[in-house]
């Protein structure tokens, strides 16, 4: 392969003592893979919801501000005190930045798996992303077809193996219907196809009629406006048609998760043949995995007391689910990759460029339908 350089410029971010962040480049000494470890150079990198968390935190971002650093874009903000708070495990420390991407291996370690990852084209999965290179353990790369789109292939673990994740959840939980918030997101897009091709009853939750006309498009056959007068009583007879006992809401806080709940108590009294002052029996689950909305979550205690709600994350997921389910998703996502678990990227940036204020004020705002990639390389 191609002789590599001596560094290899990674973004970190930085929370200081005294209430500021700091997101700049540091250029380390190129990685040398052990045995089980590739080396790859990162051609495309998605900026997730999951990602900002580690990247900006609690700062303000109203307050952020360009620099240098070492010759290199530099973003400042401050950090108000419930952002310090939030984030005390992590004051002092420079944490590099992104959760997946896509790139070529340039050099492998000396056994046999490692040796025949070089030249592929691979996902990357392991954080530490906005970079130019990565050194991976083999097992955190899944190689892909010949041909494949760097772009096809950036966002291949999280958005993909997160909607599976719900369905699979599903099954496990004994559950038959799902109701998802933020449904047009790239999951949600994912988790529409996936439903359709596998007769999943499926209720979306949007926020706009722009909203509901991208999910229409796909075949989404039951999609309700959050807000539209009547989005509760859409949303109960919806819940009512699909039976789901199961919600999964990427926006955290705010009312949502609890009008989910109560739709779906609702749903459940209808069924019923004899009133009970301790409402339904039927059990309601609804996880929170991301936080869309930051605020506190609001729960009105309108759905009897058969139910819960709980925070859902990808990898403790598959450690769950085991090794056999995680390979039979991953080959999915590979099989599916430019039709099901496609990916649509409205912005791309460099590296460097990902540090414009203007541009991380604008990533930061995690519009719907907004979705920026980093080309590390140009």
């Known amino acids: ?29 190129m990685p040398e893979p052990k045995p089980h470890e590739v080396v790859a150079k990162v051609l495309t990198t998605p900026i997730n919801p999951s990602d900002l968390g580690l990247l900006f935190g609690g700062a303000d971002m109203t307050t952020a501000r360009a620099g240098t650093r070492d010759g290199l874009p530099m973003i400042t903000a401050d950090v108000p005190p419930a952002g310090m708070r939030a984030m005390g495990g992590r004051i002092g420390d420079a944490l590099a930045i992104g959760n997946e991407g896509c790139g070529v291996v340039v050099k492998a370690g000396d056994s046999p798996e490692a040796q ?15 970079a ?14 010949d041909g494949t789109d760097p772009v096809d292939g950036a966002s291949c673990f999280v958005n993909p193996l997160t909607s599976l994740a719900f369905t699979e959840t599903m099954r496990m939980e004994n559950h038959n219907a799902i109701v998802h918030t933020a449904a047009a997101s790239n999951l949600g897009q994912m988790l529409v196809k996936i439903c359709a091709k596998d007769g999943i009853p499926l209720v979306n939750i949007v926020r706009s009629d722009a909203q509901v006309a991208i999910l229409k498009s796909l075949g989404a056959q039951h999609i309700v406006n959050s807000s539209a007068d009547d989005f509760m ?28 709940l109560a739709a779906m108590e609702v749903a459940a009294v209808k069924r019923m043949t004899t009133y009970s002052r301790y409402g339904s029996d039927t ?15 609001i729960l009105n205690r309108s759905f009897g007391l058969t139910w819960s709600l709980s925070g859902f994350l990808l990898t403790p997921f598959m450690a769950k689910a085991g090794m056999e389910t995680v390979g039979r998703m991953r080959q999915r996502v590979v099989d599916e990759l430019t039709t099901t678990f496609k990916s649509h990227y409205s912005h791309e940036t460099s590296l460097t460029g990902a ?5 991380a004020q604008a990533y930061n705002a995690k519009r719907t339908g907004e979705k920026y990639l980093i080309r590390p390389h140009g």
């Open 116 to 130: 025949a990852l070089l030249g592929k084209t691979v996902a990357l999965l392991g954080g530490e992303m906005y």
């Open 132 to 145: 130019e290179y990565r050194c991976l353990p083999v097992q955190m790369v899944m190689p892909l077809p």
């Open 1 to 29: 392969m191609t002789d590599l350089p001596e560094t290899n410029t990674v973004m970190v971010t930085l929370v200081k003592p005294e209430g500021q962040l700091e997101v700049f480049f540091e250029r380390r000494p």
């Open 283 to 297: 059990f309601k689950q609804v996880y929170i995995y991301g936080g869309l909305d930051v605020g506190p979550t």
């Open 355 to 359: 540090l414009d204020v203007a541009t």
């Open 233 to 260: 009583d859409r949303l109960i007879d919806a819940i009512t048609e699909t039976g789901a006992t199961l919600g999964f809401d990427a926006i955290g806080g705010g009312k949502l998760a609890g009008q989910i």
